[in-house]
């Protein structure tokens, strides 16, 4: 079996990683895979980057699509149909994760040249523009009013068309014979209501590499990354951009400021999202912690989880996020957002806690509670590794990518 997979990078972002981390695992076990992205990152013969002359635009079309406020469609974008189908049919099947620059009205091109899969790593298939819909469900009818418009990261966006958008996705979407992914049971479940309700849905779930991603020494952990010995040390993914309050920033700086104020400070590893982390050191002064940093290599990563004693993700949506995965991998607990498909990823109380988003007032006494008792938290880490080892390893991940592929491609 020969896959092509599309992503927007080899390795940035949580779908580039498990579009990586597919290719990798298919080619493991004797299948071939290529991965063609707009950013390449990774030296490997396998990944290639996809020429700029590929992923243009027409001048006029990307001046309509940004009037009419429709970017989401890239019907501006001359990708797929400018690598021409000579290209596509050197494959068994196309795998999209996060496509660079991918004008969804020649989906239905495409998926007549080779069988068309679409792994959904958020809601901006099915929705008008925004990535996710939180409380709003007019993305089931035909959007418009979006309530994220203005909002990061549709700042720029000057006019409203989530309604334009959705009815031309539903359209481009109709005449396409697709099987769509959806990373969580969360995710899977909201398809039969969308634009996307006409096509075969499937749910595999994402995984973690619990070789990279494993318990080692934390004392050795800590002097690696220069944390000291003794802190009680949280970890956290913190959005470099100021605006995007989706990832939870704004409750894990009260958090921090409020047990500050009590005498009782907690150490942060904060890890920046975005080439631009540096910005964040001005929001965490008075707070100890190490300069905020991104990490590229899950090496780095694993030892930056081993030298904490609690994980946080308190994130006001999300889907399946591939952080939390691996920090459980790690034996970490983890203190997460009940939004998305995170309850379907940490039992409650079992292999880490669960809290109402925005509220860092549960983030705070979920964390005391567990810095109080050594031995439920270490237990809980234990936990949270064996839920990965038993549900979410990538073995089990790429098995089922290889029968779902085959049974389509058998079709």
Request: glycine share 10%; with cysteine; aromatic share 10%.
């Given at each position: 079996m020969k896959v092509l997979i599309l992503s927007g990078s080899d390795s940035k972002g949580g779908a580039a990683k498990v579009a990586f981390d597919l290719g990798r695992g298919l080619q493991d076990l004797g299948?071939?895979?290529?991965?063609?992205?707009?950013?390449?990152h990774v030296d490997e013969p396998w990944i290639h980057q996809l020429p700029a002359a590929l992923l243009g635009?027409?001048?006029i079309a990307r001046e309509v699509v940004d009037r009419l406020g429709i970017p989401s469609t890239n019907y501006q974008a001359t990708f797929p149909k400018s690598a021409g189908r000579e290209f596509f049919e050197r494959f068994d099947l196309i795998h999209l994760h996060d496509p660079p620059a991918f004008n969804l009205s020649h989906l239905a091109w495409l998926s007549a040249i080779r069988p068309v899969v679409w792994s959904l790593h958020n809601q901006a298939a099915f929705t008008g523009n925004c990535l996710f819909s939180?409380?709003?469900?007019?993305?089931?009818?035909?959007?418009?009013?979006?309530?994220?418009?203005?909002?990061?990261?549709?700042?720029?966006?000057?006019?409203?068309g989530s309604g334009l958008a959705i009815r031309l996705k539903r359209h481009s979407y109709a005449k396409a014979k697709i099987d769509v992914i959806a990373v969580s049971d969360w995710l899977?479940?909201?398809?039969?209501s969308s634009i996307l309700q006409t096509q075969k849905h499937h749910l595999v779930n994402n995984s973690a590499d619990t070789e990279a991603f494993r318990p080692i020494d934390q004392k050795q952990a800590r002097k690696q990354m220069g944390v000291p010995p003794d802190a009680k040390v949280v970890i956290a993914s913190l959005a470099s951009n100021t605006l995007d309050k989706r990832k939870g920033t704004d409750a894990i700086l009260s958090c921090l400021k409020s047990q500050r104020d009590l005498?009782?400070?907690?150490?942060?590893?904060?890890?920046?999202?975005?080439?631009?982390?540096?910005?964040?050191?001005?929001?965490?002064?008075?707070?100890?912690h190490l300069p905020p940093q991104h990490l590229d290599s899950d090496d780095a990563l694993n030892t930056a989880f081993n030298a904490a004693d609690v994980g946080w993700h308190p994130s006001l949506a999300?889907?399946?996020p591939l952080?939390?995965?691996?920090m459980m991998a790690a034996g970490l607990p983890v203190v997460a957002s009940r939004v998305g498909g995170v309850p379907e990823m940490i039992s409650n109380e079992v292999s880490g806690i669960l809290i109402d988003p925005d509220s860092p007032e549960q983030l705070q006494k979920a964390t005391h509670d567990l810095f109080s008792d050594d031995?439920?938290?270490?237990?809980?880490?234990?936990?949270?590794?064996?839920?990965?080892?038993?549900?979410?390893?990538r073995e089990r991940f790429v098995e089922s990518h290889i029968t779902l592929f085959e049974g389509i491609i058998s079709r």
């Open positions: 299948h071939q895979a290529e991965l063609h992205c707009a950013e390449k635009s027409r001048r939180y409380q709003c469900e007019r993305w089931k009818e035909n959007c418009g009013k979006c309530p994220e418009f203005g909002k990061f990261p549709l700042t720029w966006i000057v006019r409203d899977y479940q909201k398809l039969p005498g009782g400070d907690w150490f942060l590893i904060p890890l920046g999202i975005g080439p631009d982390a540096g910005c964040l050191a001005k929001d965490l002064q008075g707070i100890p999300d889907n399946a952080s939390i995965l691996e031995h439920r938290r270490l237990e809980m880490g234990k936990f949270a590794r064996q839920r990965i080892l038993e549900k979410f390893s």
